[in-house]
């Protein structure tokens, strides 16, 4: 089956999951890029306020294409705003080429919940699975177990 992992990450942990998720199932990787991305305050602030707002900010284009992958898995940290703003735009503007999606998060700790709920309804597809990681387990030896069961349902051998 071939995969695309694409995701967001606002400070490494949700890219490292992705490379990991990515290089255990032989997946292609993708980043979700804002056009207007970059570091400090005025991003940070800028991404709150598009999480509040329900903003679609604008994102490059990809690289692939998610219509010649039959599972799309996407990545986003999860936070009591919500969906990250990049990730809402790419599941926006790329729904309709979407056959299977799984979902994951990073420092999950409960934000997860909605987080996975919204990019249900966004996508109009119920996941194949779903995978969240707190931050103390953010270190691979803490989540090796339940991302092995992840892996298992996203690619079954």
């Not at 705003?81 to 299977?100: E, M, N």
């Amino acid at each position: 089956m071939k995969i695309l992992v694409v995701y967001f990450s606002r400070n490494g942990h949700t890219a490292r999951m992705a490379k990991e998720i990515a290089r255990r199932c032989g997946a292609d990787l993708e980043a979700i890029q804002p056009m207007h991305d970059g570091d400090g305050a005025w991003a940070r602030w800028r991404e709150r306020w598009q999480s509040l707002v329900r903003a679609t900010p604008q994102i490059r284009h990809p690289q692939r294409n998610p219509a010649r992958y039959e599972l799309l898995v996407i990545g986003s940290p999860a936070s009591r705003l919500g969906i990250a703003p990049a990730v809402r735009a790419y599941v926006t503007r790329y729904r309709d080429r979407i056959r299977h999606v799984a979902f994951f998060c990073a420092e999950g700790s409960g934000a997860e919940t909605p987080v996975f709920a919204t990019l249900e309804r966004l996508c109009g597809k119920r996941p194949v699975a779903t995978f969240s990681v707190a931050r103390k387990g953010l270190p691979p030896v803490a989540h090796r177990e339940s991302l092995t069961d992840f892996m298992n349902d996203i690619s079954p051998q």
